[in-house]
């Protein structure tokens, strides 16, 4: 499986993004799918995941202003970040996995960069 992910750029704080990420390859539907970001300095965090039944997790900093979501027929997951904060700058990784949160995804997609001003 294959991650291309897009959408990232700069934003003043309470903005709003959208991040899409598009996978090729087949059993798209088998996997789990997520939304990791780094910010500089930082370790990787999870930021929100998706199960295969549509069951998400979302990470206590984010939740009411970042949505998951996929589109099995199109093969993308996406992130609608709302409200956004500064401290939400980092390098955004799309992820998918054979285990629903398993902490441990299988692919990675290549990162976008969101920056957000104050």
């Known amino acids: 499986v294959q991650l291309q992910a897009s959408g990232g750029g700069l934003v003043q704080a309470g903005g709003s993004l959208r991040l899409s990420c598009a996978a090729s390859?087949?059993?798209?539907?088998?996997?789990?799918l997520g939304w990791y970001r780094q910010a500089p300095g930082k370790q990787r965090e999870l930021v929100a995941a998706?199960?295969?039944?549509?069951?998400?997790n979302y990470r206590d900093s984010v939740k009411g202003r970042l949505t998951i979501s996929r589109d099995n027929a199109r093969n993308t997951v996406s992130l609608q970040m709302n409200s956004l904060k500064p401290e939400d700058t980092a390098v955004y990784y799309c992820?998918?996995?054979?285990?629903?949160?398993?902490?441990?995804?299988?692919?990675w997609g290549q990162g976008t960069q969101v920056t957000v001003s104050s």
């Open positions: 992820t998918a996995e054979h285990y629903y949160c398993s902490g441990v995804p299988n692919y």
């Open positions: 390859g087949s059993d798209f539907s088998s996997l789990s």
């Open positions: 998706i199960s295969t039944t549509g069951n998400t």
